[in-house]
């Protein structure tokens, strides 16, 4: 009856003690495949970056980024445009995914995809747009 | 049979609380690890704002355009 409690107390310290644990703990972030679609993402930015000083594009609340002022961008320059914005998203899906499936749960996926929502917007140049709470609002 | 009961309640509470714990969203280190992909992807040296990156103008304004001689 005691070693049962005994072990009954150890448990319960086991379990308070591994959220600590756990918190501590680094997230992988060094796959393979998460440094393929770093990569892509780095070389498209030097495309994309005049067009977030523009406000031609912006970063969106959940994570991705949208057209924000088409007409910021000459007409024959919209269709690329629209491209880079579609392949930038779903590197950026592809990344959250991959993240979340890495660390063996992928249930994760859409908390780190919040995560970084807040981490993009924070890190942005001052001038470039984000969705803030009432719309799009320049840093 | 009082020893039965006590380990059949041990094995309800514990066993969900343990996956319970494995399934907290470390925030923290997700945080960090945000932070570093963005620094690599956009290029930021140690966090910092590239706020002189981009110091030529970049604006489209009609007193920057060249002529267009076409029309």
């Known amino acids: ?139 | 049979m009082m020893k039965k009961w006590i380990l059949a309640l041990a094995v309800a509470f514990i066993l969900p609380a343990c996956v319970t714990i494995n399934i907290y969203f470390p925030a923290a280190a997700a945080e960090k690890a945000a932070d570093k992909i963005i620094d690599d992807v956009w290029q930021l040296k140690n966090g910092e704002k590239p706020a002189g990156k981009s110091s030529e103008p970049k604006t489209l304004e009609p007193a920057s355009t060249p002529v267009n001689s076409a029309q």
Not at chain 1, 39 to 65: N, P, V, W
Not at chain 1, 80 to 88: F, S, W
Not at chain 1, 106 to 128: H, L, M, V, Y
Request: hydrophobic letters at 45%; glycine letters at 8%; zero cysteines.
């Open chain 1, 1 to 139: 009856m005691k070693k049962l409690l005994l072990s009954l107390v150890v448990l319960l310290s086991f379990m308070l003690a591994s959220p600590l644990v756990n918190a501590a703990a680094d997230l992988e972030a060094n796959t393979p495949a998460i440094s393929a679609i770093k990569a892509s993402m780095q070389a498209r930015h030097g495309q994309l970056a005049s067009f977030y000083t523009s406000g031609a594009i912006g970063l969106t609340k959940d994570g991705l980024i949208a057209i924000k002022d088409a007409s910021a961008v000459p007409l024959k320059d919209r269709g690329g445009l629209n491209g880079l914005v579609a392949a930038e998203n779903a590197d950026r899906n592809h990344l959250y995914k991959e993240i979340a499936t890495a660390n063996g749960h992928p249930e994760w996926q859409a908390e780190i995809q919040n995560t970084f929502a807040s981490r993009w917007i924070d890190k942005a140049q001052s001038g470039w747009f984000y969705q803030g709470a009432s719309g799009w609002t320049q840093k």
